[in-house]
């Protein structure tokens, strides 16, 4: 539990490691290979914790090096107890991206039930239609799933009917030792992915980028280790970015790279928001004049990244106008609006597209779309932490607001921002946990 007081802008510079959206699927590339891989830019968050104890289970060593480093061995890659496994139920959604590799490597593998931020329903339906077409049999038991491949597992041709993170992950991670070509249409292609892509090239992968989301890869017998530097953390960068809009600041992200956060800098601009691209960060501030509503729709790369929706929608309770924020990735990431109502921001949902595209949402009673008034200036609360982006936003929140809010479950934010309660000290944050 957090006791904030609002009311100070945060002022100075915070650095941003390794992204959590690759971190962990880098570590899982490395149980692929027949020799040591090494990480750099691992940041210290939940995350990895939980891969780290998946990898160990299942024979691969772990080792810290430098700050920051990872050497991972999976020279003795071996089955893991069931129950060992299954004692990490519940707390992400990495370990489906186990099932590729440690087919490859054993020929079978054990997925426990999946956690993860509760933004939606998030099946992995895809996940197993693509495995199966690779040729895994695929046993949903009560304990969780279990997957076997009788033989070499085989290339194949596979659309997505939606361009996921996740199963386009999958698919990259077992095509690159299947028998043949797989070619995959609808693909995801965030920056994520280009640099796991990058990790599996190093590893001796065979794997092109086309036009129109299709990726091919040509799957081979053996992959080596990998020699990889991170790249740095676009989703916590944003968020950053936004707690500066929000309380009237002025932060340097250090590690914050334009080529990865264009879209976001294009709609910090409409907002009224200041940046400067640096040779090695981005500064980003309030201009001291009122901020602007805008309209924005999320969606998948090159699109607004979902998860730069929550921080940005509270630095919108401050801009003046009528915001309009369709979500179109989940069907429920609005839940944390809720609380900023109660701390006096006016926010309607609703169930339709508003302001945007159709979306695979609509006439379905989700509501995705979000109507902002501002500006309101926003009270403190007591604030339960629904999710990570969301934990984030209140966190920002209670910051702008007038007096002492309490936040409760702050460990959920620390599954994906690393140190952040020394990074909100450093930048003035008057807080008390
Ligand atoms: N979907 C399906 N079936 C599937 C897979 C996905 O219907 O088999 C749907 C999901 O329900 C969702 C949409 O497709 O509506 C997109 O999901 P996606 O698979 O792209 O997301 P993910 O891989 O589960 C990753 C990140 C998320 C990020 C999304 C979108 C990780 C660990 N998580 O999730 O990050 O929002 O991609 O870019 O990489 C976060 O960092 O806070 C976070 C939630």
Redesign the pocket.
Known sequence: MLRIQGGTPLVGTVEVRGA??LV?KAMVAAVLGEAPSRLWGVPAIR?VDIVTDLLELHGVSVRPGEAGELVLDPSNVERAAVADIDAHAGVS??PVLFCGPLLHRLGHAFIPDLG??R?????????LDALRQFGAIVDKRADGLHLTAPERLRGTRLELP?P????T?QVLLTAVRAEGVTELRNA?I?P?IVDLICVLQKMGAIISVHTDRVIRITGVDRLGGFSHRALPDR?EAASWASAALATGGDITVRGARQVDLMTFLNVYRQVGGEFEVGEEAIRFWHPGTDLRAVPLETG?HPGF???WQQPLVVALTQASGLSIVHET???NRFGFTGALRDMGAHIQLYADCLGGTPCRFGQRNFQHSAVISGPTKLQAADLDIPD??GGFSYVIAALAAQGTSTVRGIELISR?YEDFLTKLTALGALIES
Do not use: M, W
């Not at 933004?119 to 996940?127: L, V």
């Not at 996921?164 to 199963?167: P, T």
């Open positions: 959590k959206n962990p995350d959604r990495i993860g931020c933004i939606g329903d998030r099946p992995i339906d895809f996940h939606y996921s993170v996740g199963a992950e995801a965030e994520e989703l998948v990244q979902t998860d990735v989940y069907e990570l982006r994906g």
